[in-house]
């Protein structure tokens, strides 16, 4: 693959523009399909008659979907055109949403929610190399924060309403709901996003050889441990509304909303400070998110107080634009499959945080104990922060001895 940001191609505003809407409103969809069971845990629970712990699988099982699909899809479709393979990937999304929407219950509910995770990854991988591809060098990772912004407008609006929606009626119509707005995203890539006979053709064995890379393993650790800390917390942010601030359900569309906020800042603002200090920007992010997290369990029980915890907790997600930006750059001749592990690596951390936030819960450590496991884990993450910086000063060392 050539190098991205070099050249950006001679395209209109609005046409740069036309195709980034197309992008993001994927990341809506997906950002519905991916936080809508966090707010929905105590519907799901008494729809399926399981416990929230249990509910914590499903969420967990959209994880490793995406931990499994975005490699292998990435792979697969590494030949196909990048609009052709954006478009599959939305019409699987939406049919996996489709089907955890009238999941029977809790055992197929697993099997629909994994099935569900498959494109997720992939999908913003070949996006992100969409946007930066028709970038200037200088703003690719602002390009990419606008991909990602569909996931934070669903933080803000789509999750909220999802939410409600869900509360209202059932949480089987959330999963409709995203559903639909997958099938809307097909149709608006379609129309916006128009086939590059130019494009290279992308070699599967090639990619998979120059992925295996210091650097990239070094970026991927960091999503996967040091991103935990933010889906710890969020995963359990219904009951911890009602358990410890003891406030009504009707609250957790308010805190979704709170989370966008912060999501939505977290992601510009995320995008500019790689654009500015590079892989610098991710010790920035780290600092700030263990100290936003250990805050957390103080900041849960007033109202006045979690709510801007909640803000402070979503801007964490500036740490998707920094760390995609910077596989892109450090996976030459990998990019597809280093952009569509990025997300991969973050869902290992969806993954993780809920796992390691229940096992403290269930020993009875209380619901507030989240902030706590997720500032270990961003500790850890930081750590391998250092380790990279150092192996990559070393082997610059190294090339100019």
């Avoid at 969420?59 to 479709?77: D, E, K, T």
């Avoid at 913003?124 to 990772?141: C, D, E, H, I, Y």
């Avoid at 009951?239 to 009504?248: D, G, Q």
């Amino acid at each position: 693959m050539t190098d991205l940001g070099t050249t950006a191609p001679a395209v209109s505003r609005r046409v740069y523009g036309l195709v980034l809407f197309a992008l993001s409103m994927g990341g809506f969809a997906i950002g519905i399909g991916e936080f809508a069971s966090m707010g929905l845990m105590p519907d799901i629970a008494r729809g399926l008659s399981i416990s929230e712990t249990q509910v914590g699988h499903l969420i967990s099982a959209y994880a490793l979907g995406v931990v499994v699909g975005a490699p292998i899809l990435a792979i697969f479709g590494a030949r196909l055109r990048r609009r052709t393979l954006l478009l599959l990937l939305m019409v699987f999304y939406a049919l996996g949403n489709a089907a955890s929407a009238f999941a029977p219950n809790y055992h197929a509910a697993l099997v629909f929610r994994f099935i569900a995770g498959l494109p997720h990854g992939a999908y913003f991988g070949v996006a992100a190399l969409v946007a930066a591809s028709m970038s200037a060098p200088n703003r690719r990772a602002a390009a990419v924060s606008r991909v990602l912004m569909g996931l934070s407008v669903a933080m803000l609006v789509g999750n909220p309403l999802a939410t409600w929606l869900g509360q209202v009626a059932s949480w089987r119509y959330a999963f409709g709901l995203v559903g639909m707005v997958a099938l809307l995203t097909v149709v608006l890539v379609f129309l916006f996003l128009k086939p590059d006979p130019d494009e290279p053709r992308q070699n599967p064995l090639r990619e998979l050889r120059a992925f295996n890379q210091a650097q990239v393993w070094y970026a991927l650790a960091i999503g996967s441990i040091g991103f935990a800390g933010m889906f710890c917390v969020f995963s359990y942010l219904a009951p911890t509304l009602i358990n410890v601030t003891h406030l009504s359900e009707s609250w957790v569309p308010m805190a979704m909303a709170a989370f966008g906020v912060g999501g939505m800042i977290g992601n510009v603002v995320g995008g500019w400070l790689f654009d500015k200090l590079q892989f610098r920007a991710v010790v920035v992010m780290l600092v700030w998110s263990i100290v936003v997290l250990m805050l957390f369990p103080m900041a849960a029980h007033s109202l006045w107080t979690i709510l801007p915890a909640v803000v402070a907790v979503g801007t964490m997600v500036g740490l998707s634009p920094a760390l995609q930006t910077r596989l892109m750059d450090v996976a030459s001749g990998a990019q597809t499959l280093a952009a569509a592990s990025n997300h991969a690596a973050f869902n290992v951390a969806n993954a993780l945080g809920p796992w390691l936030g229940g096992l403290a819960i269930g020993a009875g450590m209380g619901w507030t104990v989240t902030g706590y496991v997720g500032a270990a884990t961003a500790l850890v993450g930081l750590g391998i922060y250092f380790l990279a910086q150092r192996s990559e000063g070393l082997a610059r060392a190294e090339a100019c001895a």
